[in-house]
């Protein structure tokens, strides 16, 4: 089986992408620890380096159990490809790529992953690449920041820190104007949540590390593309609509049609960049993706019950919960994540920087990581570890105030996660 709209999320999750081994009928899909694959005969070879036959060569490019994930999460993704990569920070340079020259600009959300303000204010700037942050709740902006070399738009589907929604098919309008992709990083959502494509997404990145392995095991990433974006239509995306010199002067668009930007994506990205995810990592985060939707359940549940149980609490100043009543977003989460506003937001501990870091200190279940989206639940007090180099109003603006802690909830009992909170603010308070 491999996809098929007649199948739900709960059937795809499972089967989509795999099929059982064609050499040994093993049901579940093998982890192919192979570097090589043998070619059948010297025309075999030549049909696949000229890409005129898909089949495997080398594991920088293309592996069997690499494959079964990058299938399964287009088809969660409703897209028509998917290229993994070895985490999520490769996926998004992977997901640019194509797009962007020396002198050409992405137009990107203020709300985002730390790591990736990071990745978009100063490391692209190395390849000649600029990116304009810019507040995605301010439509007018956006629009005003895009200019004849902006070549894509970006944010996050559920964004950092806060869990704030981004109102995506009025971003998805504004970029379809400007002739130009928009991607959404959907690491915090999941396709379980989120749907970005359906929103207008050309592309979709994830962070694999996160909920669709769920277990805090291998760093991955992954692009999928929803295959509707005319590369043609101007000329502003040559890498896939004009003759490629290392492939004979071949047009990834005019040959692969919808699947032009993927088949670039393994024959010029991870045949050059090499950000190639491994197969072992591809097996643990097929396991996660398998019980996707009963951990995003849970996960939802959970942070629910917790940001309610947080925000009636008086040590407690405000918690950022998009599926609070009180949030600005909470309008959003049924038009954008129908199922729920995800596991992820900040809080606001009375007493600021000095009782943040007591609480963090002293909670017993909540491990105090810079990760999400794991089965256990962590916290971690931006002010002093990711953004301690900011300034306090750097940090107020990036969502990560001195007196804020995030929280990635989990799937553990949620009684036992608030009495663990309990007795930290507790303690925090003295
Ligand atoms: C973790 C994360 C990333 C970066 O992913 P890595 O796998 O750590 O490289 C990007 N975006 C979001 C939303 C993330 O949570």
Request: overall charge negative; aromatic content about 8%.
């Amino acid at each position: 089986m491999t996809d098929g709209p007649k199948y739900g999320f709960d059937t795809l999750q499972i089967h989509a992408g795999a099929r059982p081994d064609p050499a040994t009928g093993a049901r579940q899909t093998p982890i192919y620890q192979s570097t090589a694959f043998v070619f059948r005969d010297a025309e075999h070879a030549a049909a696949l380096f000229n890409l005129q036959e898909v089949g495997y060569i080398y594991s920088r490019l293309t592996n069997p159990t690499v494959a079964v994930l990058q299938e399964r999460v287009a088809t969660l993704e409703g897209g028509v490809g998917a290229v993994c990569c070895s985490s999520g920070h490769a996926a998004q340079i992977m997901a640019l790529f194509p797009l962007m020259a020396p002198g050409l600009n992405v137009v990107v959300s203020t709300r985002l992953y730390g790591g990736t303000v990071t990745q978009f204010s100063q490391t692209i700037k190395r390849f000649g690449w600029e990116a304009t942050f810019v507040d995605f709740d301010d439509l007018d902006a956006v629009k005003a920041a895009i200019n004849d070399k902006t070549r894509a738009v970006f944010c996050e589907a559920i964004a950092n820190p806060g869990g704030y929604i981004t109102d995506l098919d009025a971003i998805s309008a504004i970029a379809d104007a400007a002739e130009i992709p928009l991607i959404v990083d959907n690491t915090s959502a999941t396709p379980y949540l989120c749907r970005p494509i359906e929103h207008g997404a050309t592309l979709v990145v994830h962070s694999t590390t996160k909920y669709l392995t769920g277990n805090g095991t291998v760093t991955g990433g992954v692009v999928v593309d929803s295959g509707t974006f005319d590369w043609s239509a101007n000329d502003k995306f040559p890498s896939l609509s004009a003759p490629e010199p290392a492939y004979h002067g071949l047009k990834f668009h005019e040959t692969f049609g919808p699947l032009a930007f993927t088949f670039h994506g393994i024959a010029i990205g991870l045949r050059d960049l090499g950000m190639t995810m491994n197969p072992q990592a591809a097996h643990y985060t097929l396991m996660g993706t398998e019980t996707l939707s009963l951990r995003m359940d849970r996960h939802v549940e959970n942070a629910l019950k917790i940001a309610e149980w947080l925000e009636q609490d008086d040590r407690v100043d405000y918690v950022t919960y998009a599926g609070l009543k009180s949030s600005p977003y909470y309008d959003r989460v049924a038009k954008i994540c129908p199922r729920g506003a995800g596991g992820l937001f900040t809080f606001a501990v009375k007493g600021g920087y000095d009782a943040c870091v007591k609480l963090v200190n002293a909670l017993e279940i909540f491990s105090h990581v810079a990760n999400l989206g794991d089965a256990r639940s962590l916290i971690i007090h931006s002010a002093s570890t990711t953004h301690r180099q900011l300034t306090a109003e750097q940090q107020r603006a990036a969502g990560a105030a001195p007196e804020v802690v995030r929280v990635s909830i989990g799937i553990e009992d949620a009684d036992d996660l608030i009495a663990d909170l309990d007795q930290a603010l507790s303690k925090a308070a003295s």
